[in-house]
């Protein structure tokens, strides 16, 4: 059974920080490229960040780039997804999600989800 638990959201300042966490379990973690998605009130689901298995390989939405950095601990099955610079707009329900290869981008392309975690940012 393929889990993915989410952690670290919460709420924080305009130009605060957070690192979220996300454990892995029921897969082999390195086989699989990881991704961060997000989803605000009333909106689709939106790529954020993605990393190949190995780490070496990252993806990242235009909005984010500079302000958030995707990483993995293959020993700890954990990919994390820290975060500078926080703005309102960044307020979302954040997901992690395994994917075979790390450029793709769209839901769709996605096995298997977490619950998510919510990151609010006030202004």
């Known amino acids: 059974q393929v889990q993915l638990v989410e952690s670290g959201g919460g709420l924080v300042q305009a130009g605060g920080s957070l690192r979220l966490s996300c454990a892995v379990s029921?897969?082999?973690?390195?086989?699989?490229?990881m991704g961060w998605f997000r989803q605000a009130p009333g909106k689709e689901r939106e790529f954020v960040a993605a990393?190949?298995?190995?780490?070496?390989?990252?993806n990242y939405e235009d909005s984010v780039k500079g302000r958030f950095t995707i990483s993995r601990d293959n020993a700890k099955n954990t990919v994390y997804l820290q975060m500078i610079s926080l703005k309102p707009e960044d307020t979302a329900v954040y997901y992690c999600?395994?994917?075979?290869?790390?450029?793709?981008?769209?839901?769709?392309?996605?096995?298997?989800w977490g619950q998510g975690t919510q990151v609010t940012v006030s202004s």
């Open positions: 029921g897969l082999t973690f390195s086989s699989f490229a």
């Open positions: 999600a395994a994917v075979k290869y790390w450029r793709l981008t769209t839901t769709m392309d996605y096995a298997y």
């Open positions: 990393v190949s298995g190995s780490g070496g390989d990252t």
